[in-house]
């Protein structure tokens, strides 16, 4: 074998660019290092950037280097020669000048590529259309909902993002499962909820909620329509008490009672979807503390709040706004509201009920539900009202395109997901709602339960078979509850899911 060959490692043009690839890399990575933790608004989605994209480009820099020394060692063995390797200036080699004008080329190309890309990658993964649009199949649902929410034009970071170092180590680490579940299809269908690693509300939704501003009461109108041929509708005006602590009067009333300062409420979830509350305790502004427990009756254990395996929950928004962007509609509210807008004309028999079970009708994918629905509900008509198939088409024909909307709206199949699989606090039906805590299960050492009075929250100014309000009799100290149904009493000795459950769409 020939005498060692001692040559420059970057005579190899793979070695100059692999070279610029880990010089620059690491620059590229230590540039959105400092922009990340220089910017106040975080976010784990940057990880996806500043921890895997920029550390890619050093990774193949290096693989880069290797392969040109192992291409380099074999050249020479295959020559007899041995070869070892320096880094060392060498000018007077043409094959160094040739490299090095190529690690200079490629050097001002990725400084340019720096320049503009890091900061635009950075405010990229800020984005909502990142989050929602990135990794499709994954976010689709929430994206969808989260665009016909009150809160379309708030960003997802600022509410999905954690303060401090502790909560930006483990959103990075988030992000970085999160990636490798969609790069490797691991992800589960549905997403599960909640969202445990989510900030305190107190450090979100009270930037823009300021609590101390939770007074007053709102008028709210539903119009309902029955499942008879003629869709009777049905109105109800509310006078929602928002409550809390008036400042005008002093009163500590209504719903936002449980949010005051001044009180404290506490919980103990047994389930994962913290519907099942067997535990409260309740720390009012005079320092009275009462703790209500499921009755023995029940037959239901009670946790021990001092046991380490047990987690005390302190109420806050999130607890009853569980779904503030992303909210899937029943099938029944979803149609009632397209028929009160006249999306969905009322001229069409049985539509409100038909409409339902179109929604409710099991499909394999979106594309099918799409369809499906506009195909059935114009067979229905063929065949059951054949003078209305042929009077009334343009209707039929709108119909069916708002419950296509509808169903894009709210249901994913694809991934499992709609109002069945996403737990809604603020509802009544189909959910527990408040009556998760405010039931006949729970109750103090000295039997008081807590209060289940639905005057509390709302008081009914107006009620009946109309879509007109104008032709209710109104009373602003409210009316009492009238079914729509004739049920009798049965809806004060019964919650509302009892009948309005998932199967029945509403």
């Known amino acids: 074998m020939n ?39 975080e976010n784990p989605y940057t990880a996806l950037v500043t921890f895997v994209v920029a550390p890619m480009v050093v990774v193949l820099g290096v693989v880069l280097v290797l392969l040109s020394m192992w291409l380099q060692v074999r050249a020479a063995h295959r020559r007899g020669e041995k070869f070892t390797f320096h880094v060392a200036i060498d000018t007077s080699s043409p094959h160094y000048r040739r490299n090095l004008a190529a690690f200079g080329g490629i050097s001002v190309v990725l400084l340019v590529i720096i320049a503009y890309t890091g900061v635009k990658a950075h405010d990229a993964v800020d984005s909502v259309e990142f989050c929602g649009e990135t990794c499709h199949a994954v976010m689709g649902p929430q994206y969808a909902a989260y665009h016909n929410s009150a809160h379309a034009r708030v960003r997802c970071v600022d ?30 269908r549905p997403i599960p909820t909640p969202v445990h690693a989510l ?66 409420i506490e919980y103990i979830a047994v389930d994962e979807d913290l519907q099942d509350i067997p535990w409260v305790r309740a720390t009012r502004d005079n320092g009275e503390v009462v703790t209500y427990t499921q009755a023995p009756s029940t037959g239901g254990d009670i946790p021990d709040p001092n046991s380490s395996d047990v987690q005390v929950r302190r109420f ?56 499906r629905i506009p195909q059935a509900l114009k067979e229905y008509y063929e065949k059951d009202y054949p003078d209305v198939a042929r009077d009334r088409a343009a209707q039929i024909d709108e119909a069916a395109t708002t419950l296509v909307k509808l169903y894009r709206e709210n249901f994913f199949p694809e991934m499992k997901t709609d109002y069945r699989t996403r737990v809604n606090n603020l509802s009544h039906f189909t959910n527990a709602g408040c009556f998760r805590c405010h039931n006949d299960r729970l109750e103090s050492s000295d039997g008081a339960k807590l209060q289940k009075d639905c005057t509390t929250c709302h008081a009914i100014v107006a009620q009946g078979a109309s879509a007109e309000l104008a032709e209710l009799e109104r009373d602003l100290q409210g009316v009492q509850f009238k079914h729509p149904v004739e049920i009798g009493d049965a809806w004060r000795q019964m919650d509302c899911i009892l009948c309005h459950t998932h199967e029945s769409g509403y």
């Open 159 to 188: 509410c999905h993002i954690g303060p401090g170092f502790e909560h930006w180590v483990k959103a990075k680490m988030a992000g970085m499962r999160q990636l490798y579940a969609v790069a490797f299809n691991t992800f589960q």
């Open 3 to 41: 005498a060692a060959k001692n040559d420059s490692l970057l005579s190899h043009p793979l070695a100059a660019i692999g070279t610029a690839f880990v010089f620059y890399g690491g620059l590229f990575f230590g540039f959105l290092l400092l922009l990340d933790l220089a910017t106040p608004a």
């Open 316 to 371: 806050d928004c999130m607890d009853c706004h569980n779904r503030p962007s992303h909210i899937f509609h029943p099938p029944a509210k979803s149609v009632n509201l397209a028929m009160s807008q006249g999306l969905i004309s009322t001229d069409l028999p049985y539509i409100r009920k038909t409409g339902v079970e179109l929604l409710m009708a099991d499909y394999a994918e979106n594309d099918e539900a799409i369809t």
């Open 199 to 264: 900030r305190p509300a107190q450090e979100t939704c009270e930037n823009c909620h300021w609590p101390r501003q939770f007074y007053g009461e709102k008028f709210v109108t539903h119009t309902y329509y029955k499942t008879d041929e003629e869709n009777s509708p049905w109105t109800v005006d509310l006078l929602v008490k928002i409550g809390g602590g008036n400042p005008r009067t002093g009163k500590l009333e209504g719903i936002h009672w449980h949010m005051l300062e001044a009180n404290k």
